[in-house]
């Protein structure tokens, strides 16, 4: 009944950049905290950045000042600016929400947590 759909990875060159989209669709209620995520090979999953409906945003130490999250609330959709990437940030991103969503008895709602399928970022030369 809901599900995340990211998109904007890729292939890139170091310096270079690239824009990750994710939209939340379904019987969706509110949209509480969305996030970004990722995983490198043989790394365990780690947090990039979190955004909460009014804005307020955490970013991860190794990405601050390239990466810039942002969301549009009338489209339950969060995106991931990456700026100078490099080799480093290979990795699969996964986008995140905490979400209330119709559960499909009369107007109940329940809250849950949501993960993307992930999509993959390489930066090499």
């Known amino acids: 009944q809901v599900q995340l759909v990211e998109s904007g990875g890729g292939l890139v060159q170091p310096g270079g950049s690239l824009r990750l989209s994710c939209a939340a669709s379904g019987s969706i209620h509110s949209v509480y905290t969305m996030g970004w995520y990722r995983q490198a090979p043989g790394k365990q999953r780690e947090l990039v950045a979190l955004?909460?409906?009014?804005?307020?945003?955490n970013t991860a130490d190794s990405v601050k000042g390239r990466f810039t999250i942002s969301r549009d609330n009338a489209k339950n959709t969060v995106y991931l600016q990456m700026n100078s990437l490099n080799t480093e940030d290979t990795a699969v991103y996964y986008c995140?929400?905490?979400?209330?969503?119709?559960?499909?008895?009369?107007?109940?709602?329940?809250?849950?947590?949501?993960w993307g399928q992930g999509t993959q970022v390489t930066v090499s030369s």
């Open positions: 955004i909460t409906p009014t804005g307020s945003t």
């Open positions: 995140n929400a905490d979400l209330r969503y119709y559960s499909g008895v009369a107007v109940n709602t329940r809250r849950g947590d949501y």
